[in-house]
């Protein structure tokens, strides 16, 4: 096989194949929003409203009324007739104003308006910098998203995912971090060889991913920040499917060391590997259970891939199968609630996305299209971003809670593998 | 369809968002927070060459390759015959050394089929190895579903892309 080497410049500010948010379904039962025009020069405040607004739309919890929609827009508290909203049936009103524009500071704030209560429930201030519009913006959502839900917002979480580009019979692999809405993409590697199976660490300062750069499959671990870069094991065979413990002290790992794909946990600080799995099928995709108690991961002992879990806190505790439902199951990873996990899972002759409870013995299906793989839950347990292929392209597509939908095509290129960062803010 | 039960999750803020509750104001939440912002610092990999290629003793046999079922790595009798002339090259001259590598179609997920490209890899390495070929001219690697020949969705590419290539 004939191998290409080459180098490509190093762009990293240059603007490329941003993805494109499209919602494609909301919920059944929202909550009804009139989301007044923020107050500032409009250069500004344009940007703001078209953030938040699809921001809040994405969730698909919110049916939002803008300026135009409603029977009169008021200037002040004063002026809000709370007849007018009730109504039109709307349970809360938001109004906001960029209240300083310097040249390394740009605030704003936010009210919110209990239309049911006629009063004031939230007044917040957001403190940022003229050219961080959109992170500014994205902690306007989730104040307003926590504030009304009562749930933790994920806008201004970061999403990690691997695209491929392919032009003139070369490929170029690049892991991105871009926001939750798909926008504000920023490469953290590039190479010309394959990069799979990206992993945020717990508190979201560094990433483990699989590159294939040296020649074969190895995990690294990179800090986002400095961009430095390790190795976590250095032998001569390949090495996948990093994991994360929740107290970002472990990596499981799958090892082929012994001939076989094998499933081993490495401390990170004294670089120790304990082995996990020793079975001549292959077992790999571990993932851990949100109290770091349980590991679950993908074996085909029983003749197909099938999910089974093992308690780490059993010594030589067996692993236990967990799903018996078709001929495929593989890469699950936990609820955060611990109370079932989420998969890859084979129905008929199509691969969707998955939830099963451990109360229950069967099988829920959250996707309907025919390759769908690499689901990463959002760090409020409450969306799925997940990899489909449309026309021969991988894109990035979520499906939340509520039973909204929504699709992150780019521009340009394959987009897949994406993984979900924890809480930001 | 999708019913998830939901779970509320607590509320936590980290050090710079201050929650300030106004005693005149009981039931108004009252925040300032600041934008947080961490830089990201873009990398290359340098890509590591594979050795030069010795073309005189390899043109015995290149690019030979064996296909699989789904899922699965055994050897057909189809892979054994072409195995078999490779073996046979190997023992005419002893100097040459070969890497397999393994891949699978798309359909899955991408690290189980790394592990299957790996195995069939494997089963390949098996073969030379049971034939008499020392385990040290034997290197083993797989791209799982990374590396496809042909990119279609069809079982036609599917089955093509489901190999072991031995270079």
């Given at each position: 096989?004939?191998?290409i080497t080459f180098i490509f410049l190093l762009m990293p500010h240059l603007v490329f194949a941003e993805l494109i948010l499209e919602i494609?379904?909301?919920?059944?039962?929202?909550?009804?929003?009139?989301?007044?025009?923020?107050?500032?020069?409009?250069?500004?405040?344009?940007q703001?409203?078209d953030i938040?607004?699809n921001d809040?739309?994405r969730?698909?919890?919110?049916?939002?009324?803008?300026?135009?929609?409603?029977?009169?827009?008021?200037?002040?508290?004063?002026?809000?007739?709370?007849?007018?909203?009730?109504?039109?049936?709307?349970?809360?009103?938001?109004?906001?104003?960029?209240?300083?524009?310097?040249?390394?500071?740009?605030?704003?704030?936010?009210?919110?308006?209990?239309?049911?209560?006629?009063?004031?429930?939230?007044?917040?201030?957001?403190?940022?910098?003229p050219n961080k519009i959109r992170q500014?913006s994205h902690?306007?959502?989730?104040?307003?998203?926590?504030?009304?839900?009562?749930?933790?917002?994920?806008a201004s979480t970061k999403i990690l995912y691997v695209t491929e580009l392919n032009k003139n019979d070369k490929s170029l692999f690049r892991l991105i971090v871009a926001d939750a809405d798909g926008a504000n993409e920023q490469i953290l590697l590039q190479s010309s060889e394959p990069i799979i199976s990206p992993?945020w660490?717990?508190?979201?300062?560094?990433v483990?991913y699989v590159s294939f750069e040296?020649?074969?499959?190895?995990?690294f671990?990179q800090n986002i920040a400095s961009g430095?870069r390790?190795?976590?094991?250095?032998?001569?065979?390949?090495?996948?499917?990093?994991?994360?413990?929740?107290?970002?002290?472990?990596?499981?790992?799958?090892?082929?060391?012994?001939?076989?794909?094998?499933?081993?946990?490495?401390?990170?600080?004294?670089?120790?590997?304990?082995?996990?799995?020793?079975?001549?099928?292959?077992?790999?995709?571990?993932?851990?259970?949100?109290?770091?108690?349980?590991?679950?991961?993908?074996?085909?002992?029983?003749?197909?891939?099938?999910?089974?879990?093992?308690?780490?806190?059993?010594?030589?505790?067996?692993?236990?199968?967990?799903?018996?439902?078709?001929?495929?199951?593989?890469?699950?990873?936990?609820?955060?609630?611990?109370?079932?996990?989420?998969?890859?899972?084979?129905?008929?002759?199509?691969?969707?996305?998955?939830?099963?409870?451990?109360?229950?013995?069967?099988?829920?299906?959250?996707?309907?299209?025919?390759?769908?793989?690499s689901?990463s839950?959002?760090?409020?347990?409450?969306?799925?971003v997940y990899a489909i292929t449309e026309n021969e392209m991988g894109l990035l597509a979520g499906?939340?809670?509520?039973?909204?939908?929504f699709r992150l095509p780019a521009r340009e290129g394959e987009v897949r593998e994406p993984s979900w960062s924890?809480?930001l803010? | 369809?999708?019913?998830?039960?939901?779970?509320?999750?607590?509320?936590?803020?980290?050090?710079?968002?201050?929650?300030?509750?106004?005693?005149?104001?009981?039931?108004?939440?009252?925040?300032?927070?600041?934008?947080?912002d961490g830089g990201i610092k873009t990398v290359q990999a340098s890509v590591?060459?594979?050795?030069?290629?010795?073309?005189?003793?390899?043109?015995?046999?290149?690019?030979?390759?064996?296909?699989?079922?789904?899922?699965?790595?055994?050897?057909?009798?189809?892979?054994?015959?072409?195995?078999?002339?490779?073996?046979?090259?190997?023992?005419?001259?002893?100097?040459?050394?070969?890497?397999?590598?393994?891949?699978?179609?798309?359909?899955?997920?991408?690290?189980?089929?790394?592990?299957?490209?790996?195995?069939?890899?494997?089963?390949?390495?098996?073969?030379?190895?049971?034939?008499?070929?020392?385990?040290?001219?034997?290197?083993?690697?797989?791209?799982?579903?990374e590396?496809?020949?042909?990119s279609?969705?069809?079982?036609?590419?599917?089955?093509?892309?489901?190999?072991?290539?031995?270079?």
């Open positions: 096989m004939k191998k494609t379904q909301g919920s059944e039962d929202p909550y009804s929003v009139a989301f007044l025009n923020f107050e500032g020069s409009r250069k500004i405040t344009d703001i409203n938040v607004i809040l739309k969730t698909g919890e919110f049916k939002i009324y803008n300026n135009s929609q409603i029977l009169s827009v008021p200037n002040n508290e004063e002026e809000i007739q709370y007849d007018e909203f009730k109504l039109l049936n709307i349970d809360f009103i938001i109004s906001g104003a960029v209240v300083s524009e310097e040249k390394f500071n740009l605030s704003a704030s936010y009210n919110i308006y209990d239309v049911r209560k006629e009063k004031k429930i939230r007044t917040s201030k957001v403190f940022g910098i500014l902690y306007i959502s989730d104040g307003i998203y926590e504030e009304i839900t009562g749930l933790q917002g994920v992993s660490s717990p508190d979201s300062k560094e483990a040296t020649g074969m499959a190895k995990v671990i430095k390790d190795l976590v094991v250095t032998n001569s065979s390949q090495i996948s499917s990093p994991s994360w413990s929740p107290n970002g002290k472990f990596l499981s790992l799958t090892m082929y060391q012994d001939g076989n794909a094998e499933i081993y946990i490495l401390n990170l600080k004294n670089k120790n590997l304990t082995r996990l799995t020793k079975h001549y099928s292959i077992d790999t995709e571990s993932s851990w259970s949100p109290n770091g108690s349980k590991i679950m991961f993908t074996s085909g002992r029983s003749g197909s891939p099938q999910l089974y879990e093992i308690n780490l806190r059993k010594s030589n505790a067996q692993p236990k199968r967990i799903t018996f439902e078709g001929n495929y199951n593989a890469k699950a990873s936990y609820l955060s609630n611990g109370d079932g996990i989420i998969f890859v899972h084979r129905s008929k002759s199509k691969f969707q996305i998955a939830l099963k409870y451990f109360n229950e013995n069967f099988v829920r299906p959250l996707t309907e299209s025919k390759l769908d793989e689901p839950i959002s760090p409020n347990g409450n969306v799925i499906v939340t809670l509520s039973g909204a939908r924890g809480y803010r | 369809m999708f019913n998830f039960k939901k779970s509320f999750i607590k509320k936590s803020f980290n050090t710079s968002v201050i929650i300030v509750f106004l005693s005149s104001c009981s039931s108004m939440n009252i925040t300032e927070e600041t934008v947080y590591t060459k594979e050795t030069t290629l010795d073309y005189e003793s390899r043109a015995i046999f290149t690019n030979a390759t064996v296909y699989f079922e789904f899922d699965n790595y055994n050897l057909t009798s189809k892979s054994i015959q072409t195995l078999k002339s490779a073996v046979t090259a190997m023992k005419d001259n002893s100097s040459i050394k070969i890497t397999i590598s393994g891949h699978a179609d798309e359909r899955g997920t991408r690290e189980y089929n790394l592990a299957l490209g790996q195995r069939r890899a494997e089963s390949v390495k098996d073969y030379f190895a049971l034939n008499g070929i020392d385990t040290s001219r034997l290197g083993v690697k797989s791209y799982g579903e590396r496809p020949l042909m279609g969705s069809d079982e036609k590419s599917h089955a093509k892309n489901r190999r072991a290539e031995i270079n």
